[in-house]
């Protein structure tokens, strides 16, 4: 089985390329640019499977996911891209300059769609906003974000992000759900 992973993020595609190998599906990347809706996150992964399947009329995978800090109301939540884009880390720490709720979570959103069958996939890891920003690793607010029951960042201990990471968690549900449903090993 072949499926393109609709990504114009390298890291992220290798991120999870090697789980697929795994269970014999070959893994593309297709790098196109979609129109990104407004909306929670849910709601972003199913239109955008929707429009990359209509590009490709070939199994898509796509991958929303964002940051929601606590003491933010859940900011930048399904706006995280924008946000790292313009402000970055360094804005996002001089947002919660001063704030002691630190606590925070990042969710991924991974959908499938083969034309037929939409399914989607959700993984969640808890953690809190370091003070600073630490390590070298990683991408995107991997220097700020500190897994619950560590002491590291992301960006600190890269190889504890692939195994935890709220991304490694939605696809794992992915891959179980097609070595289900589509006999895979």
């Given amino acids: ?8 993020n390298r890291f992220k595609f290798l991120e999870v390329e090697k789980l697929f ?10 790098s196109v640019r979609l129109v990104e809706p407004q909306g929670d996150l849910e709601f972003i992964a ?8 209509s590009l490709l009329r070939k199994p898509v995978v796509v991958e929303d996911a964002g940051l929601f800090i606590e003491a933010l109301n859940g900011f930048p939540g399904p706006y995280s891209k924008f946000v790292l884009e313009t402000i970055g880390n360094e804005g996002v720490l001089k947002l919660m300059e001063g704030v002691v ?17 939409l399914k989607l996939f959700e993984g969640i890891v808890y953690g809190e906003i370091a003070e600073e920003k630490r390590g070298s690793g ?14 590291q960042t992301f960006a600190e201990n890269y190889e504890l992000k692939k195994k935890v990471s709220h991304r490694y968690r939605a696809f794992m549900k992915l891959i179980e759900w097609l070595k289900t449903t589509h006999n895979m090993l």
């Fill in 1 to 8: 089985m072949e499926v393109y992973f609709v990504t114009g």
């Fill in 46 to 53: 199913e239109y955008k499977l929707k429009q990359a399947y």
């Fill in 21 to 30: 190998r795994e269970i014999n599906v070959v893994l593309r990347q297709f």
């Fill in 101 to 117: 709720d630190r606590r925070a979570f990042f969710k991924a959103v991974v959908g499938f769609y083969d034309g037929e069958v």
């Fill in 138 to 151: 990683g991408f995107g607010f991997d220097p700020i974000f500190i897994p619950e029951g560590y002491s």
